[in-house]
């Protein structure tokens, strides 16, 4: 079973700043692809950025250029920098974490944390 520990949201003008952090249980991190997701009030849970476990990452074309995706593997951790933030970037940020050891395949995904981003 892995825990999966979201931070870092809060409410920041448009135009600024905010560095979300996921901190995972286990000791398989280093073996999962964590992934960023984001979902708006009345709207479907969407793919914002991922990171395999290998460094490689994809972003959504909404974000590419303003956020960044990066892990320690030492500290169990996943980050989200999010620069230029907008208004449309409000929404309930939730970290995820998938890793496939031989034919099994594991999913986690954390509680949550609200990011608000006012015009």
């Known amino acids: 079973q892995v825990q999966l520990v979201e931070s870092g949201g809060g409410l920041v003008q448009a135009g600024g700043s905010l560095r979300l952090s996921c901190a995972s249980s286990?000791?398989?991190?280093?073996?999962?692809?964590m992934g960023w997701y984001r979902q708006a009030p009345g709207k479907q849970r969407d793919l914002v950025a991922t990171i395999t476990s290998g460094g490689s990452t994809n972003y959504a074309d909404s974000v590419k250029g303003r956020f960044t995706i990066s892990r320690d593997n030492a500290k169990n951790k996943v980050y989200l920098q999010m620069n230029s933030l907008k208004p449309e970037d409000t929404a309930v940020y939730y970290c995820?974490?998938?890793?496939?050891?031989?034919?099994?395949?594991?999913?986690?995904w954390g509680q949550g944390t609200q990011v608000t981003v006012s015009s």
């Open positions: 995820k974490f998938v890793v496939n050891i031989a034919s099994s395949r594991a999913e986690y």
């Open positions: 286990g000791s398989i991190f280093r073996l999962s692809t």
